[in-house]
């Protein structure tokens, strides 16, 4: 029992050390630079993220971004749950994934000053557990639509998220499975510590809405 346990271990070493250094890759960075639109974290706020490229004024790299920042956290998770699979796939996803999310926050490339996890997040969720991503990304645009401010949207929508995790979800008759439930609220803890200027700057009311740029 103790030989099977040693690989395990390894394997699943390989797979959250894979999911951080495809999450550190800083896709917003380097789409900004190749584009020659400047370095983002120049710009705005100075995140790596697709809301602080979208002040670029570069709606297509902005997209570009949030397609890739939350891909890598879904492939790192899909992946994981592929080469792992039954029950124990779920946790493997969970570390893998979260090792992504990780990546993004605090990636290597950068001296480990990355971004705040949003697109992530959600990448991560739709992958694990697409209903309670939709549910999620949902939240996310009803409060964008009715605020115009993007850091409140990822705070309440990653908020709730666990919430949602634990309700019976629409479409599946089994319940999330617990590392997803996990997931969501570790990730959730993560961007809510990442966005602490951003929740200092909403209750004073500076914080910038939706497509403003910034100099």
Known sequence: MQDLAVPALSTLGLLALGGYLLGSIPFGVLLTRAAGAGDVRNIGSGNIGATNV????????AFATLILDA???AVALLVARELIPGEAGQAAGAIA???????????VWLGFKGGKGVATFFGLLIAAWWPLGLLAGATWILIALVFRISS???LVASAV???LSLAPLPALDLPTPAPITALAAVTAVLIWIRHAANIGRLLTGREPRIGAKAA
Request: proline content about 7%.
């Open 161 to 163: 998220a666990p919430a």
């Open 54 to 61: 979208l002040r670029t004024g570069r709606k297509d790299l």
């Open 152 to 154: 409140l949207s990822a």
């Open 97 to 107: 994934g979260g090792a992504a999310f990780l990546g993004h926050l605090f990636p």
């Open 71 to 73: 891909g890598k956290g």
